[in-house]
């Protein structure tokens, strides 16, 4: 199947910084990518979907000022915590639908496991 | 999308077939049944999706009832390596504007020696 990567794997960072997450589809196109967040134990929740070129669609639930989403490309997405707190610390997921709709399938990124001090 | 129920949990043998329940009554005629699973701290993994029809690839086979209200996903010889959760998940076609995979609480399926 194709494969989506995520950078970086984990990161620890402090109080009110901001943090980016990039999400790449490496021998695809992607002109749908999506955000989730995963606390411990729990399931996977949508964030949001991004499309290639326009502004992303959250959530219900999600500011849309604290986890912005840039889609600037077919092959990258980007997802940055702005002014992160500890209750942010999460395992974030991307994945991407290919552009051609050939297989019905959506490929899901590594993750990257975000702690917030 | 409609709302899927299955398991919290199970345990299945090595070497056996592990058949995974899924119950979704309210499904509409244009969605789909999706299978994903995850294995501990990784990222989703694809299995298998039908609408109506019975399929098999070479992880699994999906087992549609007629009237598409459950289904039940089948590993045909389990091996420690399928221990994760799997997420049964209705939604539009992925071809459709308005699709996005919804994830459930899942079954923690266990595969033991």
């Known amino acids: 199947g194709a494969v989506v990567s995520q950078h970086p794997s984990w990161v620890i960072c402090k109080s009110g910084t901001s943090v980016k997450i990039e999400c790449r589809s490496l021998?695809?196109?992607?002109?749908?990518m999506f955000w989730y967040r995963q606390f411990p134990k729990q399931s996977l929740m949508l964030m949001a979907t991004?499309?290639?070129?326009?502004?992303?669609?959250?959530e219900q639930g999600v500011e849309k000022d604290k986890f912005l989403i840039n889609h600037a490309s077919l092959t990258l997405s980007t997802l940055t915590v702005t002014s992160a707190h500890p209750e942010d610390s999460s395992f974030y997921i991307c994945?991407?639908?290919?552009?051609?709709?050939?297989?019905?399938?959506?490929?899901f990124g590594p993750g990257t496991r975000l702690t917030v001090l | 999308d409609a709302k899927t129920t299955q398991p919290t949990s199970m345990d299945c043998a090595e070497g056996r077939a592990a058949n995974l329940p899924c119950n979704h009554s309210?499904?509409?005629?244009?969605?789909?049944v999706y299978w994903y699973r995850q294995i501990h701290s990784q990222g989703p993994q694809y299995i298998i999706h039908g609408l109506k029809n019975n399929e098999t690839n070479e992880m699994a086979s999906l087992i549609i009832t007629e009237d598409r209200k459950s289904s039940t996903l089948i590993l045909p010889h389990a091996t420690l390596r399928d221990t994760a959760v799997y997420y049964c998940i209705v939604s539009r076609s992925l071809r459709s504007n308005d699709y996005k995979l919804s994830f459930g609480a899942g079954t923690t399926v266990t595969v033991r020696a």
């Open positions: 991004s499309n290639e070129g326009s502004k992303a669609t959250y």
């Open positions: 309210t499904i509409s005629g244009n969605e789909y």
């Open positions: 021998d695809f196109q992607a002109t749908t």
């Open positions: 994945s991407a639908r290919v552009a051609s709709g050939r297989n019905n399938e959506q490929f």
